[in-house]
């Protein structure tokens, strides 16, 4: 039940923002997608949507803009200068932006996009690609709070809730990042656990599947209990390499705090031996397998 | 619905003990109860149980005895020597071992009973004081196969459900261990991330509360939330000091094991830091003020 | 013995630059200096040099300059642009580059100098300013190949030994950064150990003069051991907020190279710890502050 | 010039204790040794000493009597029971124990000799066999004051150096946990600086030798220098396996104490790794294989 008639501007089809620009098509709303590849565009055209050929034509006038790109240098890139996000956007527009990055790049981001009269919301998301697709995320929101009621019915069409903090831009993305820190740190607690089972000739499912059961009983746990007993790295849901950027952001964002966060320097590490030897295009989750070499496990 | 007349031996009535023998005792089992200081069986002497007056005399010869102790020296004193439990058993008796100890003590006091003739279950079990009262408690068996059938009464009335492993009796304590190790990083990883966000003026409550119904919507993440954020850190569930013993118990295990587990050494400095702040008597999960100061926040 | 008549450009007078520049003008070299705050050239020029009052003033065409400066963005900053060092130097002239830069920085700037025709040598030091002062600085030198010998006579003049890297021009920064990372271990490991003496009342002092005496008999433990018993942190001869610097730059250049150095982040939290506490302007040897306010230490 | 003719008992002949007691006969003193491996002693009997076939053999009664050997439970064992050091030296005699052992079995092992009326002195050694045969041991001594002035002759014969610490059996002990701390963590330290070496293509052997003649010139860093980039790792000076005893003895020390130490746990994650992979028998400074690996570098 979209209560917006204008084009909504989307640009950023990777994993995530395929099943999210889906969801706003199949809701109703107009959309006008970008991508720097454009032949990813094609399933959203194909349900309507037009086909920007540049950032600055998928931006609306004074309308919504909504950014899910890769990284921070991505994001800098569509917001900032003449044909981008910021300038084009003008004054009342809003860019909502829904990338993972770090609080820094996002209050550089909203200040750009504020310096010409716009406003910005960051809105990252929790949930994979699969939640994405079944429109199940549930979106944090931070930044401007005049504009929150103009965005809200995109972010009913893509999640299961909404969460809104306050008028930092950057808050959004500090919950974004510390949630991430706590799966990361989930799967590798998991590994360690695992390993010390199995070392012990304890089958590693059955203990997986009674923790499970018992104090573990999340879904959170259980998915990774599953991807780590049975080696399920490949497709990655999530690729390691962005697994290292994820936790690299929680790093510089807790440098930046004067935060010690002693679990995410372990993660850093087990991650780097991960990618040392070679795993950067499994799923994250493959850093379990630095945690079984380290204990005389065979892989 | 009990299956066994004969009398039950029950050794050990501190915090999980007492809630466990009471269970047993509604459940209809004849109990025989002794703990160091007798007058915590007084309640259960008042619902039927016999006191006994000595360890030796509450050890049914060729039956069934659960001992429920705090340490791994009490279990050794309690089932060596020539008054213990391993010698009054005698032959075709059962020791069920439920406190929460190393595999090695398990072995060790699991060859005490087996030269006797006995056979010796290992069972701790997940759960705290409260879960036990609500007979909710999981239970790890590992050890002998032959008298398991004859135990399983015992564990049905003590908790939901009991998790069968293998014949080395160090096995269903190693399992346990894996569960406190996950439990106490859970801990860990919410301090460091509500510090992080505390120190970016986000409401450590509002994250928790976000985080809990979103990825982490188990009762154990949205139990330690509650326990960090609002600080109730005494009464104690469960006792820091008794934490180092768990998280030691895992790093000696790990250590026998060749196992590296670097999140358990990060917790095993964070309960140290904390133990040298005068923290010992407080709840576990107070090691989370360690982390906020470490982050400069007030606590 | 200067066999160097031309002009040689020096920028950056801070802690390091002004008794590496006196260094030079001594040792009968003609310098132009430049520094964003010109006051700290008033020596220098008093004794001789002559003072640019721009970064393009101080670059002699064709000739040497010299770069000091506090930070990877200060370096590019003076490198990069129209009136940079890279534009001004011009074909066939030498920038040496003395900074405590990241590898990555560091071919970057080359590659600006490069493209000019110019030659670009990394030449990051080793020693604290009293040692600068006594121009027993050891230089590590890599880059450019082929003016070595045009720039060795000036690192005779302000140091007591050159060592010769290959021609990447980031490899002089690795090693420096290696060497920096020896020194935080050292100073961490120390605080440790003597916070363990401490606790079990055993003179840190004691323990200090033991371990410098056998073991531990070189200069750098023995300054540490002095610095950190007496708690002689300020005045600084290292500030802690540099040294997150220099930890930082060791931490992502591993991070690049796909390197996990868990004593790295170890200290990297030790630092941030003390960093939260409002400690940056002290000696980065107060990093041992934290370590024995962890043990329960009065400090 | 020895001033004591008694028999002095020498209890434990490793790798230790073989140079000790050859450097005790050679400056004259009178030995009667013991070693459960009686073929150790021969070439001592051959030097003059004399060959006690039991441990009570090699006490002298109201004399001194000095142990060496491997572990705690080995010390424990030879100086309790009725035919111990404790029970036969008897009243007015010394029990100098110079094995590393942790503080605790000092002090336990000191009170059964003061039971019996007798003096105890603890006197672990830095510096291994090499410096032993080269009568260049530094010795820390700690214990009872009354009869130091009879024991520094002996440790005249051995050693370069004796440090008086105070009454606190246990104090010696921890001074030199505290040294193989700082030892272990130099190895972890150069292994991980070295492997970022390799991996960005700079010769380990190189930065070695820069850093060992510049900030780290002390024989210790050249000496490990020196076995890990030429991967000397058998014969082992120190078994990786003992290596594992002594940090477990400095962890649990400080657990003892409430002392975080974060640099020994890197440590013992590094050694388990180490010894996952089976290299318990090679020198401890093999644990930078496991750095090595980490960094995806062959080894």
């Known amino acids: 039940m979209a209560q917006i008639t204008d084009e909504i501007g989307f640009i950023g089809l990777g994993n995530m923002g395929v099943p999210m620009a889906h969801a ?12 720097r590849t454009s032949s990813k565009a094609q399933p959203h055209v194909e349900k309507g949507a037009r086909l920007a050929s540049t950032v600055a034509d998928a931006v609306p006038r004074g309308g919504i803009v909504i950014t899910m790109v890769s990284d921070d240098a991505a994001l800098e890139a569509v917001v900032g200068g003449e044909d981008g996000v910021a300038a084009r956007l003008g004054s009342g527009g809003v860019h909502v932006s829904m990338s993972t990055v770090s609080p820094i790049t996002s209050r550089a981001v909203a200040k750009l996009v504020e310096d010409r009269g716009g406003y910005h919301i960051s809105a990252p998301v929790f949930g994979r690609p699969e939640r ?3 429109r199940q995320l549930w979106i944090i929101m931070s930044g401007a709070m005049k504009p929150r009621d103009r965005v809200k019915p995109l972010f009913a069409a893509m999640g299961q809730k909404t969460y809104e903090f306050g008028e930092d831009p950057g808050a959004a993305n500090i919950v974004k990042l510390i949630n991430n820190f706590m799966i990361t740190s989930a799967i590798e607690v998991i590994s360690e656990g695992l390993a010390l089972a199995e070392k012990n000739n304890i089958d590693p499912k059955q203990v ?10 999340c879904p959170l746990y259980k998915s990774y209990f599953d991807i780590i007993t049975n080696r399920r790295f490949t497709p990655p849901g999530f690729r390691m390499e962005l697994g290292l950027k994820d936790i690299d952001l929680v790093i510089s964002t807790a440098t930046d705090s004067r935060v010690p966060m002693p679990m995410a320097t372990v993660i850093h590490n087990r991650v780097l031996q991960n990618l040392a030897k070679g795993r950067g295009d499994l ?4 850093v379990a397998l630095g945690a079984f070499e380290d204990a005389g496990l065979k892989v």
């Open 132 to 134: 994405a697709a079944a």
């Open 283 to 286: 799923d994250w989750a493959a």
């Open 208 to 217: 997986a599947s009674v923790l499970g059961e018992a104090m573990f009983n």
């Open 24 to 35: 706003l098509i199949d809701a109703g709303f107009k959309l006008v997608v970008y991508n």
